[in-house]
C-alpha cells in the first residue's frame, strides 16, 4: 500500500480550475480572529488593532490564500514532529482524544457483552464508546496513592470476555504499565492508554502512550499543549497497523484500488478480529500549526509545572496531614498537567469535602478529577447498579469522597502560588483546630 492520501477538490493550475477551498478568509475575518486571540480593551489597544489592520491590508494585496485547509502538508509536519518527540512512526493528528480512542475500540472489534475495564475515576470520553456499543464497562478501583487504575484489582476483574484494558494516566502521572502490560499479555488483551493528560510523561525509559497497543493524548484547551482548543494524537505499536491509521482517521479512503472511473475506493480497516468500518475525524492546517508551535516549547512547559508541583511538595511537608503530589523519580516522569492533593482525614480533623470549602472561600480554584463514573445517570440508566459497583472499588469510594483533590499549576505568579499553598496549610490547621 502506498502513502495514505485524503482526497480534497484542488485541481491546481488549469483554465477552469476547481479549488478545494470554497470561500476564503478575508481581512475581516482574519482581523475578528486576531481579536479573539489577543483580547483587549482601550485607546491604546484599538490603535494597536488599526496598525495592524492597515498592515494586513497591504499584506491581503501581495498575499494568496491557502490551497487547502484541512489534512495538507502542517497536519503531516505535525505528525512527524510528533513521531520525533514520541520515539513513534504512527503518530496521527485527530479531532480530538475520544475521536482517537474510537478508533482503538473499533480496531478490538467491541460487541455487546464484551468487557472493557477501565478506572473508576476518569473522564468521561474514556468510557463513551464501550457504552454506546453496547459493551460491558468493568470498573477497576484506583491506587490510592496516584488515583491511577490499581493492577490488583484489574487481575481480580479480568474474565474471559475481557477485551481491553484502558489505564489513564491522571494529571499526567504514569500508571505502573509494566504490571498492566503483563495482565494483558497473558490474556491476549488489547492496551488503550488514556494520555490525554500525559503527553510528554516517562515510564521506565519509555513514553507514556507508546507502552500499550494504543496510546491517545488531548491537545483539549485545558492541557498541558493545545492545537487550537481541540485535537488529539492517536499512536500504535500494533505491527503494521500504524498506515492505516490515516485511512481509519478519514473513511477508510483506499486509493491503491480505485472504482470504475473513480479515483478511489472504500475498503474497511482490519481490526483485531475482522474489518470495520471507518469513521471522519479529519483536522485542520490551523490546528496543526498551532500544536507544532506548541509543541517546541513542551519541554519548558513541562518543566515549570514540575517547579511549581515542586515548591507546593515542600510546602506541603510542613504538615503531616497533607499528602502531597509525587514528584516521580528516574523511572517515572510525570506531565504535571494537575497536581494531587491529598488529606489524611483522621490527622487532618476533617475530610476533603471540608477542606474543599475552606478553599473555596480563600478563592483557591480546586477541582477534583472525576466523579467515579459509576455514579453518573448514564451509567446507571443503561443497568449498571451504582451501589453494587462502589462496593467493588473501596479505594474509589474513600479517595474522592474524603481525601482528594487537584489544584492548578500553571498560569500562576509566585505570589498567587505562595498563596495557596499558604491557603492549604491554614485551612488544614483550622481544622486539625476544630474550627
Known amino acids: 500500500m502506498g502513502k495514505p492520501t485524503n482526497f480534497r477538490y484542488n485541481t491546481g493550475v488549469a483554465k477552469v480550475p476547481w479549488a478545494a477551498v470554497g470561500e476564503n478568509y478575508n481581512v475581516n475575518d482574519l482581523m475578528e480572529i486576531i481579536k479573539f486571540l489577543m483580547q483587549g480593551e482601550g485607546k491604546e489597544y484599538d490603535d494597536a488593532i488599526a496598525a495592524v489592520r492597515a498592515q494586513i491590508e497591504k499584506l491581503d494585496e501581495l498575499s494568496t490564500p491557502p490551497g487547502k485547509l484541512s489534512l495538507d502538508k502542517n497536519v503531516e509536519e505535525a505528525e512527524e514532529a510528533c513521531n520525533k518527540f514520541l520515539g513513534s512512526d504512527s503518530s ?60 490488583a484489582d484489574v487481575a481480580r476483574k479480568i474474565t474471559p470476555k475481557t477485551k481491553m484494558i484502558v489505564p489513564v494516566h491522571i494529571g499526567g502521572y504514569p500508571v505502573d504499565m509494566e504490571s498492566i502490560m503483563e495482565l494483558a499479555r497473558k490474556h491476549d488483551i488489547i492496551v488503550l492508554e488514556d494520555a490525554a493528560h500525559a503527553f510528554g510523561a516517562m515510564y521506565k525509559g519509555k513514553m507514556i502512550g507508546t507502552i500499550g497497543d494504543f496510546g491517545g493524548y488531548s491537545f483539549h484547551e485545558v492541557k498541558n499543549i493545545t492545537s487550537l482548543g481541540e485535537g488529539g494524537i492517536l499512536t500504535t ?74 515548591y507546593l511538595t515542600e510546602r506541603f511537608a510542613e504538615n503531616d496531614a497533607i499528602i502531597p503530589q509525587d514528584l516521580g523519580n528516574d523511572d517515572i516522569k510525570p506531565t504535571f498537567h494537575l497536581y494531587l492533593l491529598q488529606i489524611d482525614p483522621a490527622k487532618a480533623g476533617g475530610d476533603i ?71 492549604v496549610l491554614e485551612a488544614v490547621a483550622e481544622m486539625q483546630a476544630g474550627k
Open 92 to 151: 496521527t493528528f485527530v479531532a480530538n482524544a475520544t475521536a482517537g480512542f474510537e478508533i482503538a475500540y473499533k480496531y478490538a472489534n467491541l460487541k455487546p457483552g464484551d468487557e472493557v475495564i477501565v478506572p473508576a475515576i476518569t473522564f468521561v470520553a474514556t468510557m463513551a464508546y464501550p457504552l454506546a456499543v453496547g459493551a460491558k464497562l468493568v470498573f477497576a478501583d484506583v491506587d490510592p496513592k496516584t488515583i491511577n487504575m490499581d493492577p
Open 353 to 423: 469535602q471540608t477542606l474543599k470549602r475552606k478553599l473555596a472561600e480563600r478563592s483557591v480554584t480546586q477541582i477534583a478529577h472525576f466523579g467515579p463514573l459509576y455514579r453518573f445517570k448514564i451509567v446507571q440508566d443503561m443497568g449498571y447498579d451504582s451501589d453494587e459497583i462502589a462496593k467493588t472499588c473501596p479505594n474509589c469510594e474513600e479517595v474522592f469522597y474524603k481525601r482528594f483533590t487537584h489544584l492548578p499549576l500553571y498560569g500562576l505568579t509566585d505570589e498567587q502560588l505562595k498563596y495557596m499553598a499558604d491557603s
Open 237 to 310: 505499536s500494533i505491527p503494521g497497523f500504524g498506515p492505516e491509521l490515516k485511512r481509519a482517521r478519514f473513511l477508510g479512503l483506499d486509493f491503491t484500488c480505485p472504482i470504475k472511473d473513480w479515483l478511489y475506493n472504500i475498503t474497511p480497516i482490519q481490526g483485531k478480529y475482522e474489518p470495520f468500518v471507518a469513521g471522519n475525524s479529519s483536522t485542520t492546517e490551523l490546528q496543526a500549526i498551532g500544536l507544532k508551535l506548541q509543541l517546541e516549547r513542551i519541554d519548558k512547559i513541562i518543566a515549570e509545572r514540575a517547579a511549581a508541583a515542586k
